[in-house]
Antibody
Framework: QLQLQESGPGLVKPSETLSLTCTVSGGSISSSSYYWGWIRQPPGKGLEWIGSIYYSGSTYYNPSLKSRVTISVDTSKNQFSLKLSSVTAADTAVYYC???????????????WGQGTMVTVSS | EIVLTQSPGTLSLSPGERATLSCRASQSVSSSYLAWYQQKPGQAPRLLIYGASSRATGIPDRFSGSGSGTDFTLTISRLEPEDFAVYYCQQYGSSPLAFGQGTKVEIK
């Protein structure tokens, strides 16, 4: 059974870089053909897609965040990671990693989600 | 960029009643690439429907999706106690992927 687990600091200072990792268990990133995704949700608000990455390293970002986002993959560790630079209080949110429904497709719905990790931006 | 508008914002119903949730897109959603999610407090979203009308694995048949173009609907035929939650639509027909603002289904 495929599972995803986010990890990383729960508190980040303004102007610094937020770094999170998603560890995939019960299946291999490198043998799949999915664009693995990051989605976030500010407290009490809706969902925002951040970006996605293919196992080969091809990335696909939300234009609203593209200048600050880097998503990478480490197939040897079965992980993919998110970096968001120059954070502000507006980046405070629960961050989810997720696996999409459709193989090979950048544009996708997501059917398997991590539990989410809360990241607070504060000094 | 496609903007999704969900209505109503809150739906107050009793168990056993039928729930009808709307999702309207600012432009046509390609290939009916529209999904619905359920989210309960403190939990990750759960995929209910993708491709506008296909139920995800393990989703009860009281959940159904319909629509095309710019107008989509999620129907819950008979509300069970566990169905009271927030529901989001998401389009994945074009970039960027986008979610609606959500509809809360609460117990009347």
């Amino acid at each position: 059974q495929l599972q995803l687990q986010e990890s990383g600091p729960g508190l980040v200072k303004p102007s610094e870089t937020l770094s999170l990792t998603c560890t995939v268990s019960g299946g291999s990133i490198s043998s799949s053909s999915y664009y693995w995704g990051w989605i976030r949700q500010p407290p009490g608000k809706g969902l925002e897609w951040i970006g996605s990455i293919y196992y080969s390293g091809s990335t696909y970002y939300n234009p609203s965040l593209k200048s600050r986002v880097t998503i990478s993959v480490d197939t040897s560790k079965n992980q993919f990671s998110l970096k968001l630079s120059s954070v502000t209080a507006a980046d405070t949110a629960v961050y989810y990693c997720a696996r999409p429904v459709l193989r090979w497709s950048r544009e996708n719905a997501f059917d398997i989600w991590g539990q989410g990790t809360m990241v607070t931006v504060s000094s | 960029e496609i903007v999704l508008t969900q209505s109503p914002g809150t739906l107050s119903l009793s168990p056993g009643e039928r729930a009808t949730l709307s999702c309207r897109a600012s432009q046509s959603v390609s290939s009916s690439y529209l999904a619905w999610y359920q989210q309960k407090p403190g939990q990750a979203p759960r995929l209910l429907i993708y491709g506008a009308s296909s139920r995800a694995t393990g989703i009860p048949d009281r959940f159904s999706g319909s629509g095309s173009g710019t107008d989509f609907t999620l129907t819950i035929s008979r509300l069970e106690p566990e169905d009271f939650a927030v529901y989001y639509c998401q389009q994945y027909g074009s970039s960027p992927l986008a979610f609606g603002q959500g509809t809360k289904v609460e117990i009347k």
